[in-house]
């Protein structure tokens, strides 16, 4: 129900924050001191980007930039010549509403904007949500002993490419927010400077924890993929850790190709490169360090040496 600001349903996202508020001040006050363990989901930014009024008044449509944008950027990368041997849906879907996004208004740019005024819209939504709950947290006698780990699914172009959406091997899509506030463990306000992964995080939480990391049910198990990220959380310029120098992304090509792993799309990212192979073969490198928003793709430089050294981080890392 949508009447006006004062007169409307609450968010999902919202309703999810004071669940997760109650919850824990339940907690706070309760006699118990057993560990606990709870996750929080929030939908947005995620499409449909729908969120009250109040977020979209915060960015109003003239004073908004468009992303960085290099004209004809696209011409220089493969992921829009292997998309048209896919299956038809979420895999296209991102190139899709690029065109259609575009296509939608007289001037080219003003859907971008409307998108863009709406992307921030909800990050700042969900931002107040996040807040919601963590106020919860330090605000009560959780704040010294509750481990807090804020993360995201993926990253999102905004143009870059003439793409938007996810489901792309670039830095905007592949890059996501990763904070850890561990009280006894982290220094407030620091910042690693080293790609990490995802699966990284459940082994982390169990260091933290002081669970035990083998997590084989017995001997036909599999010990896990990730790393503690706990010495990077006690010294982010450590050199002293045992996960890989690259972190590892997969876009899933076609159902055709399910069974087949070697018939998806890679990429492999160090701290200042980044290489990727689509299922057709073709490749694109980037020098991150010196081009972060990956516009000059170094893979056209015919015998570029960094090339075979990254081809080889691929190989270790997926065993392909």
């Known amino acids: 129900k949508y009447i006006d600001e004062n007169n409307r349903d609450l968010t999902p996202d919202e309703i999810n924050a004071q669940w997760a508020e109650k919850r824990l001040l339940e ?34 449509l003239g004073d908004i930039e468009l992303a960085n944008i290099l004209e004809n950027d696209k011409d220089a990368t493969y992921l829009h010549t292997v998309s048209q041997f896919e299956t038809p849906g979420r895999r296209v879907r991102s190139i899709q509403m690029y065109k259609n996004l575009v296509a939608s208004y007289a001037d080219d740019k003003e859907g971008l904007k409307r998108f863009t005024q709406a992307y921030l819209a909800c990050v700042t939504a969900v931002d107040e949500n996040i807040g919601q709950v963590l106020n ?126 070697a018939n998806h799309h890679y990429s492999v990212r160090t701290k200042d490169w980044r290489y990727i192979i689509y299922d057709s073969g073709k490749e694109e490198l980037y020098h991150n360090a010196v081009d972060p928003k990956e516009w000059n793709n170094l893979v056209f430089e015919k015998k570029h040496p960094k090339r075979d050294e990254m081809v080889e981080i691929l190989k270790e890392m997926t065993y392909l």
Do not use: C
């Not at 907690?27 to 929030?42: I, R, W």
């Not at 220094?187 to 939480?205: Q, R």
């Open 136 to 261: 919860a947290v330090d605000n009560s006698k959780l704040k010294d002993n509750t481990i807090v780990v804020i993360v995201s699914d993926h990253g999102w172009t905004m143009g870059e490419k003439e793409h938007v959406y996810k489901n792309s091997l670039w830095e905007e899509s592949t890059r996501v927010p990763l904070i850890i506030r561990s009280p006894k463990s982290s220094n407030p306000g620091s910042f690693v400077n080293h790609p990490v992964s995802l699966i990284d995080i459940y082994p982390t939480l169990l260091d933290l924890a002081g669970l035990d990391m083998d997590t084989k049910k017995n001997e036909k198990g599999r010990s896990l993929d990730g790393y503690s990220l706990v010495p990077f959380l006690k010294d982010p310029e450590t050199k002293n850790w045992e996960g890989p120098d690259a972190a590892l992304t997969v876009v899933y090509s076609s159902d055709d190709n399910k069974n087949n792993p």
């Open 27 to 60: 907690l706070a006050n309760s006699d118990s001191e057993k560990p606990f363990f709870l996750a929080v989901g929030f939908l947005r930014p995620h499409t449909p980007l729908i969120v009250p009024q109040k977020y979209f008044d915060m960015y109003p």
